[in-house]
């Protein structure tokens, strides 16, 4: 009979062990106020998580991309590990003893500056991002921490041989292809987008009228410089050599129709009327390879670098403590 209340009371102990532990455990699983996840004790706060994530919606949709609930799910969860990325670097960076001299915050805290009008419209800036100057320097000098270590670590120590070059130029020939191109002069008379046809009408005359000086033999430059209302009537309207697709389809299906020398009939763009002369031409080639060798290995050693240190994040994020929250 002893012997059993013993092991109702022991039974009772481990129960209560268990219970308090259980509550412990969801306890110490509660996330930090105000954040998204911990990397090793390290907290990544709702705060940089938000301004990360609008930053990167602004750049989207800048470029002129509409996300959808799906994309912007997908790019929260692509935000949130670059923030765990970062922090993991920063760490090994501050463990390796990376040191940044305050004088070189100081300049790029400078050139950010300059990109402004003026003081007040950086500092405007900042306080819309949520930022404080202090604040904003932190941030530099662990970016520079963070850029030190990863150019010591792995950019410096990637090496590229010649047969490695030469393979990759080898075995992407479509990669190194010049498409045609054709170099093309041209006088502009610019007509509003929201002109009536009385305007429409009297730019095409202006037009027409240095159209016949051309047939007369004057010279394109000289009347691209005296008429044409484009930036390049100081070039004799040389707009230099084009590719396909680099100007509006009218403007580009009359430049690569003409032959050396030729001038176009009117022809009509968004911008206004335009004369055209095609002046030279080069076909469809393939660049040589000691001309993209030097570009061509920096690449190589970029791409050789990039795959190391996405290794290194990989072992350095599975034999680390990260805790996502979201």
Known sequence: MKNKRILIILSGVVVVGLLVGTVLFFIEKKPPKGSVALVNGEVITQKDFDREVHST???VTTSGRVMDENQIALLKKEVLEKLINL???YQESSKRGIKVEEASVSARIKDLKSSFPSEQEFTNALSKTGLTEPALRSQIQ????IEGFISTDFFKKAMVTEEESRSYYDSHPDVFKEPEQVRVSH???KVPQQADEKQRDEARKELEGI??????GEDFSSLAQQFSQCPSKTQGGDLGFLRRGQTVKPFEEVAFSLQNGQTSEIVETVFGFHLVRTTERK??????????KEKLGQYLR??????ELNRFLEETKASSKVERYL
């Open 57 to 59: 919606q602004l750049q």
């Open 302 to 307: 970029e791409q050789k670098a990039q795959g």
């Open 87 to 89: 922090a993991l670097l």
């Open 211 to 216: 159209e016949k000086r051309v047939k007369q």
């Open 187 to 189: 006088i502009l008379i």
């Open 283 to 292: 076909p469809e080639a393939v660049i040589p390879y000691e001309n993209v």
């Open 142 to 145: 662990k970016g520079l921490m």
